[in-house]
């Protein structure tokens, strides 16, 4: 350890961090461009600069270890004004683009030139030009004149995501970014040189130019495209998901996520074939009908039924709380074949984020009890069932099973089949009662990664019911958080329930007397009844999530 002092504060430290890390543990921000607290040190920006007492000239505090007795400034007059001369530099070329530039306001280029420096030019020549669309690759666009040449994406490329696809050419005030010869910026986590990069050069090209940092709002959510589970923020703007980025968890994702898991798993929430509301089968046509409706034909219909003619299928898809009641309601029943569908994609796994599992929640789905009670009741043998006869009514949560040809093929054969989902699919258009149910955006809730890490999901949108029921105080609580536009420039998406909740309507419906007023109680009687998730609550998941106190299975060495 090292004794030193930073702007007059003395305290200890690791002797293996650099100025830069010491400070950052102490909540002393040093400026900084090139660097990042997981990339290699570049020290190429100089914009980091600090004062050593005793060392004759300023020193970069990214590159520069701690050592016991330093005396380090960060705000001195020297350090200032190299500062200051570090910006004019930076900024000589760069272009007046802050009015047309996607990085705007939330740019470090724009935020050091208000903060550290003086605002005036002593540049009287005319600016380099270059390149000012470049596709570097399917995802991401460059700009040429407002790269800074700080390497982060050079970096990222070489040293996370293992494909060197990026590099320099020319010197001086001619170097631009470019991509070697023959190669694209095209790797499955390209995008994240976005979220790297201190300025507008790269963009992507799916979110360019839609909107302004400041219009939207961000919820703290987690990806749902396999079961890593990425931490990420969702971007909104007129109730309507703009974009995704990651959101450092180091248990999960550090900083990082894959550009499918940010490209393809909202757009299925913005999509214009949501079902609007509940729907029942009559003559042979889907028909919507009220909540109220719908939940009795399906009672009454699972009432007509002998136990051993009902299965289910609940949904990796869906949250641990939609799961744990969705086994309640099939021991409620009597029914004792149940499952979920697995989604492997064995061949598309990798050792950085990427799962072979592609749904967010297999581990939880199994932990609260949707798991076969033996070889009889797995999902092939229930499908197995409904072609043999003995199976005549299945109730499916949030799940397109019906995507596999072979199954959909079963599911003509059933008598009764009732459906929760979000889109219109392969499944809905076989169902006799089709209950609109909430997509991972719209709804509280838990989902549990392969680690066995419990985490939450938030609601960025909002649904008709949603907007029913947060009338009177919503206005005031959404204006505090400045997203009151976001559900009443495009209104409520359609009339969903989360699939908890209509699960609750089904149940009391039957005769139970299921008393969940939110999504919480069900959550808080998750963690008092099975014991992996004992202590956990709402609260106590924040924002990185806890673990299981066991898992179902291992955490896998391989695929799974
Ligand atoms: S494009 Fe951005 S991240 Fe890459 S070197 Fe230029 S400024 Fe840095
Ligand atoms: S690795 Fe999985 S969870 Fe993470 S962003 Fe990609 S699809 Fe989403």
């Known amino acids: 350890m090292a004794k030193i002092t930073i702007d007059g504060k003395q305290f200890e430290a690791d002797s293996k961090l650099t100025i830069i890390q010491a400070a950052l543990e102490q909540g002393i921000e040093i400026p900084h461009f090139c660097w990042h607290p997981r990339l290699s040190i570049a020290g190429n920006c100089r914009i980091c600069l600090v004062e050593v007492e005793k060392l ?60 550290l420096s003086e605002g005036v030019s002593r540049f009287e020549f005319d600016k380099i030009r270059k390149p000012k669309r470049v596709e570097l690759g399917p995802n991401v666009m460059l700009d040429t004149e407002r790269c800074i040449m ?17 590099t320099f050419i020319q010197r001086a005030d001619h170097i631009e970014l470019t991509t070697f010869p023959g190669e694209k910026l095209d790797n499955p986590y390209s995008m994240n040189t976005i979220d790297l990069c201190p300025v507008g050069a790269l963009t992507s090209r799916d979110f360019r ?44 994702n550090e900083y990082w996520m894959c550009d499918h898991g940010r490209l393809e798993t909202f757009k299925s929430v913005n999509s214009d074939n949501h079902i609007k509301a509940p729907m029942i089968r009559k003559e042979g046509e889907l028909v919507e009908v009220g909540w109220d409706e719908a939940i009795a034909k399906v009672a009454m219909e699972l009432k007509t039924y002998k136990k051993h003619e009902l299965a289910g299928v609940g949904s990796a898809f869906a949250a ?67 072609n043999n006869g003995t199976i005549k009514a299945l109730y499916v949560m949030d799940d397109n099973i019906a995507a596999d040809r072979a199954v959909a093929d079963a599911l003509l054969k059933l008598d009764f089949l009732v459906v929760h989902a979000a889109n219109e699919n392969e499944t809905t258009k076989l169902a006799d009662v089709v209950l609109s149910s909430s997509t991972y955006a719209e709804k509280n809730g838990t989902m549990t990664n392969f680690q066995g890490r419990v985490q ?43 699939s908890w909740r209509i699960l609750l309507g089904v149940a009391n419906a039957l005769g139970a007397k299921w008393k969940y007023a939110t999504v919480d109680d069900v959550f808080n009687e998750i963690a008092s009844t099975i ?21 179902t299975e291992a955490v896998p060495a391989g695929k799974r």
């Open 56 to 115: 004759p000239k300023l020193v970069i505090a990214c590159s520069t270890q701690v050592a016991d007795g330093m005396v380090v400034k960060t705000n001195s007059e020297k350090v200032v004004n190299g500062r200051e001369a570090v910006m004019e530099f930076l900024l000589i070329n760069h272009p007046l683009d802050c009015p047309i530039c996607d990085e705007a306001g939330e740019c470090k280029l724009q935020d050091y030139a208000y903060k």
């Open 150 to 166: 700080c390497s982060r994406c050079v970096r990222f490329c070489d040293e996370i995501a293992k494909k060197p696809q990026l």
């Open 209 to 252: 130019f839609k909107a302004r940092v400041w219009e939207m709002s961000s919820t703290d959510t987690i990806c749902v495209g396999c079961a890593r589970g990425c931490n990420t923020k969702m971007w909104v703007r007129n109730n309507e998901i703009l974009r995704l980025t990651p959101r450092l968890n180091p248990d999960v």
């Open 320 to 386: 641990n709380e939609d799961n744990y009641l969705f086994v309640k309601l099939m021991y409620y029943l009597g029914i004792k074949k149940f499952d979920y569908k697995r989604h492997i994609i064995e061949d598309d796994q990798d050792e950085l984020l990427i799962r072979a599992d592609k749904t967010p929640n297999s581990t939880g789905t199994r932990e609260v009890g949707v798991v076969p009670k033996d070889g009889s009741s797995d999902f092939s043998a229930i499908i197995a069932g409904i």
């Open 456 to 498: 939450r999901i938030r609601p960025a949108i909002t649904t008709a019911e949603q907007d029913r029921a947060l009338d009177g105080f919503a206005m005031s609580r959404l204006d505090k958080f400045g997203a009151h536009n976001d559900r009443w420039m495009n209104g409520p998406r359609h009339d969903a329930r989360p």
């Open 531 to 551: 014991e992996s998730f004992k202590g956990m609550s709402y609260l106590r998941l924040g924002l990185r999530g806890m673990m299981l106190k066991r898992t």
